[in-house]
C-alpha cells in the first residue's frame, strides 16, 4: 500500500478483556514504530522493531503490554486485561533505517476501554 | 531525562505573520537527527523537517525553516506567513545515532499553534 495502515480505527472493549492492534508498515521500511497518544498529549514511545534486530521494549508500560512483528512486516500490539488508563490512541509507524528517516505514521487505533 | 524539551504549551499568532516554536534537545551522541511533526486536530501526523546533526546549513522546506543553533542543542521552528490552516499541534522529535544504538525517534510534549485572522 501507499501508506501505514493501521486496523481497527475504532475499538472500544470492555475492562479486563484483551486486544490487538494490527499495523502494516510501508512496503521495504525495515524499522516499525509504536506509540501512544492520550487525549491532547504528546506521543509516548512504546516498542520497536528494527530489522531482524531485538526490539527495544523499553517504553512498554507494564507487562500486560507486548507486541510481535511477523516476517519484518506486519505487527500486532496486544494488551491483555485491558484497563482504563489504556484508553487512547494508538500510533504505527515506519521507516527506512538511518539517524535521518522520517517516520511515516498511520492514522492510529483509538481504543476505549469502558 | 527528558530528551526534548518544548516550553510554549500554547502560541497564537496573527495571520500572515512568522512565528517561531522552541525545542532544546540533550544527547551526548554527536551523530542525531532533528525533526518537526504537524498534528492538526485531524489526528495525523505529518513530517514538516529534518536537521541532521552534521548538517552545515539550517534546513528549510517552503515555508518552514529549522534554527539549528548546535552548542545550544536548539532547534527551533520558524514558519513564515502564517495560514489559518497552520493552525495545529507542533511536535519537535530527536533520534541519536549509532553511539547510542539507532534509538527510536522520542518527541516532545507538543506546542499548539493557534492562527488568528
Known amino acids: 500500500g501507499a501508506g501505514v495502515s493501521q486496523s481497527p480505527s475504532n475499538k472500544v472493549t470492555e475492562k479486563g478483556k484483551d486486544v490487538e492492534l494490527r499495523c502494516d508498515p510501508i512496503?521495504?521500511?525495515?524499522?516499525l514504530y509504536w506509540y501512544r497518544q492520550s487525549l491532547g498529549q504528546g506521543l509516548e514511545f512504546l516498542i520497536y522493531?528494527?530489522?531482524?534486530?531485538?526490539?527495544?521494549k523499553s517504553g512498554l508500560p507494564s507487562d500486560r503490554f507486548s507486541a510481535e512483528r511477523t516476517g519484518g512486516s506486519v505487527s500486532t500490539l496486544t494488551i491483555q486485561r485491558t484497563q482504563q488508563e489504556d484508553s487512547a490512541v494508538y500510533l504505527c509507524?515506519?521507516?527506512?533505517?538511518?539517524?535521518?528517516?522520517?517516520?511515516?505514521f498511520g492514522n492510529g487505533t483509538r481504543l476505549t476501554v469502558t | 531525562a527528558q530528551k526534548i524539551t518544548q516550553t510554549q504549551p500554547g502560541m497564537f499568532v496573527q495571520e500572515k505573520e512568522a512565528v517561531t516554536l522552541d525545542c532544546t534537545y540533550d544527547t551526548s551522541d554527536p551523530s542525531y537527527g532533528l525533526f518537526w511533526y504537524k498534528q492538526p486536530s485531524s489526528g495525523e501526523m505529518i513530517f514538516l523537517i529534518y536537521?541532521?546533526?552534521?548538517?552545515?546549513q539550517n534546513a528549510t522546506e517552503g515555508r518552514y525553516s529549522l534554527n539549528f543553533q548546535k552548542a545550544r542543542k536548539s532547534a527551533n521552528l520558524v514558519i513564515s506567513a502564517s495560514q489559518l490552516g497552520d493552525s495545529a499541534m507542533y511536535f519537535c522529535a530527536m533520534r541519536e545515532g549509532p553511539n547510542s544504538g539507532n534509538t527510536p525517534l522520542v518527541f516532545g510534549k507538543g506546542t499548539r499553534l493557534s492562527v488568528i485572522a
Open positions: 512496503s521495504g521500511h525495515t524499522a
Open positions: 509507524a515506519s521507516s527506512h533505517q538511518g539517524v535521518g528517516s522520517p517516520l511515516h
Open positions: 522493531f528494527q530489522g531482524n534486530s531485538a526490539p527495544d
Open positions: 536537521q541532521g546533526s552534521y548538517d552545515q
